[in-house]
């Protein structure tokens, strides 16, 4: 397996820095599944606390220390899989391509699954941005500089993809998050630098590194294992 990773940043937290561990394959085999992923038998999402696996028994299951979550799916097919569609939902298929379970949808577009540090699994979409600490895949890095200015960059030939443009603006500057979406680069006067977007409703929203180098917002929460029994 080749080794890679990404970063999340989460609404939930100021600077949220999660490694993610990804293969090449269809999934990403650490804690995001983004739109068309595909998670196969006795693959899983994982984190320091919690795993969220597809079992040989085609049952979903979160073991996470504390309540978990499961699908109750055991026994409903054979060879399955879990996939994240273009409407949100996490979808368990059987090998003949039966559909066993499926989460609530919602609009057209591009989401993602996250396992969080909590341990709790949400979903979050439509994508809002692209290319909006330090977040690390094996070839991209989106950071802070010591300037104020934020940049992706790619590793090879360490080349700057997108840039916030803020820099010499300010000392000890941060980044944020809000629950509106929007990404801003905040200076030590509370001055805001730089932001993405323009409000939208409020929830819970997550950055995402890509391993492709993409840096995209994704929400609201739109679905979460914490308000479900086992």
């Keep these: 397996m080749v080794e890679t990773s990404s970063l999340l940043l989460s609404s939930l937290l ?8 990804s293969s090449p394959s269809a999934a990403n085999e650490g804690n995001v599944l983004l739109t068309g992923d595909i998670l196969s038998t006795d693959s899983q999402l994982s984190n320091s606390k919690a ?31 879990l996939t994240l569609n273009e409407l949100g939902q ?28 909590d341990g709790e699994v949400g979903i979050f979409g439509p994508q809002v941005i692209n290319d909006g600490g330090k977040l690390t895949t094996r070839d991209y890095t989106f950071a802070l500089g010591m ?11 360490n080349s700057v993809r997108w840039r916030s443009m803020t820099s010499g603006r300010g000392d000890h ?24 977007n323009r409000p939208l409703s409020g929830g819970i929203y ?25």
């Design 14 to 21: 100021l600077l949220l820095l999660v490694l993610l561990q």
């Design 51 to 81: 795993v969220f696996v597809i079992q040989n028994d085609c049952n979903l299951v979160l073991y996470n220390g504390g309540k978990g979550f499961q699908a109750n799916t055991h026994g409903a097919g054979v060879n399955c899989s």
């Design 90 to 117: 996490l979808v368990i298929k059987s090998g003949d391509g039966t559909v066993v379970w499926a989460t609530p949808e919602g609009p057209l577009g591009r989401y993602a699954a996250v396992l969080l540090p």
């Design 147 to 157: 300037d104020c200015d934020v940049t992706l960059t790619k590793a090879t030939g």
């Design 173 to 196: 500057c941060y980044v944020r998050l809000n629950f509106h979406g929007q990404l801003s680069v905040i200076n030590d006067l509370n001055m805001v630098l730089w932001r993405s």
């Design 206 to 230: 997550v950055l995402v590194l890509q391993i492709d180098g993409v840096a995209a917002i994704y929400g609201p929460l739109r679905w979460s294992t914490a308000y479900f029994d086992v």
